[in-house]
């Protein structure tokens, strides 16, 4: 009888000691789904922009720009609900391709890419980029420069060679991440976990309900987490992730005039690393063509959805 009694406690004690640790309690208003849209299977974190206790920000590698630091040691030490890739950078200098805002203040400047910002309504609004213009970031709390933009205005919208990309190897089908906002107000933070082109996740986001949409930084950069779990590891160190997390008083002082957005003309600057466009995804501007959405939860409580 003892030995019986042995026996099943050191196979409770092997069981629990394979079992995986709990993650934090993911916070109201979020959610997760791992779910296949369009052929392409995702990681979908999805935020509710109309809690009013989170906040969307920017969070660059510990020790600023022109540095690096692994993903899970950014998650540690900035403990957000939710992170993703940020904005593409070079992997020599470090430095962001595309402008940088945190607490209302320019930190990076850099020509390249859409506009990604979130606002002092506290609302996200991507919009166009143009390498030969320099955006107006008014009443933009955090912001990037990215893309190229996938989604305007609920049409499938892609001009990659306009916002200034051009490397070969950002075209064809690689892994990717991209954030998007419906209609509803929700933000969603995707990672694919099939390699797709621009035009296939655009298709996947606009399935997911995205009216707005911009690409991230991805292939080894891809990352993404959600309530402290990582869901997505990357294969390089990381200077920027766009982080969600529990609303703390601001720095950056309140503006009372709404954002404006509204593009300024700026000498043309110089773009490196330019080569020839592909056969795929050329960077022409795509039109709309029909999908059937996908169905997202209705009332996000914090629940992961495996």
């Known amino acids: 009888m003892s030995a019986s009694i042995a026996l099943k406690t050191l196979i409770l004690l092997v069981i629990f000691l394979m079992t995986p640790p709990a993650y934090p309690a993911p916070a109201v208003g ?23 206790s989170l906040e969307v920000s920017v969070a660059l590698a510990r020790g600023g720009i022109h540095t690096s630091e692994t993903f899970g040691s950014m998650v540690n030490r900035t403990m957000p609900v939710a992170a993703i890739t940020g904005t ?14 945190i607490d ?16 002092s309504d506290h609302t996200v609004r991507i919009c166009a980029g143009n390498r030969a213009v320099k955006p107006d970031w008014t009443g ?26 051009h490397d070969r190897g950002l075209f064809g089908r690689r892994l990717r ?13 995707v990672a694919v976990k099939t390699p797709v082109t621009f035009t ?19 292939g080894s950069s891809t990352a993404l ?33 709404p954002p404006m957005m509204t593009p300024q003309p700026a000498p043309e600057p110089v773009v490196v690393a330019a ?24 009332q996000i409580t914090g629940r992961m959805v495996q």
């Open 30 to 52: 979020t959610a997760y789904l791992h779910q296949k849209t369009l052929g392409v299977w995702a990681h979908v974190v999805i935020i509710d922009l109309n809690e009013p």
């Open 88 to 101: 593409f950078f070079c992997t020599r200098s470090l430095v962001p391709v595309g402008d940088v805002l």
């Open 104 to 119: 209302g203040r320019l930190v990076n400047s850099g020509p390249v890419g859409a506009c990604l910002a979130y606002t």
């Open 140 to 165: 933009t709390l955090a912001g990037v420069r990215t893309g190229p933009q996938l989604i305007l205005g609920g049409r499938i919208s892609i001009n990659a060679r306009r916002e200034g990309f």
């Open 177 to 189: 991440t991209a954030i998007g906002v419906t209609g509803h107000n929700k933000l969603l933070l």
């Open 200 to 218: 296939e996740l655009a298709k996947v986001m606009r399935a997911l309900g995205a009216t707005e949409a911009v690409n991230l930084d991805g």
């Open 225 to 257: 987490s959600y309530g402290g779990r990582i869901l997505v590891r990357p294969g390089r160190r990381l200077t920027n992730l766009i982080v969600i997390s529990k609303r703390r008083s601001l720095i950056a002082s309140p503006v009372a005039a």
């Open 275 to 298: 080569s020839p466009q592909p056969s795929s995804d050329r960077g022409n501007v795509l039109t709309d063509l029909p999908e059937q959405q996908a169905v997202l939860p209705e």
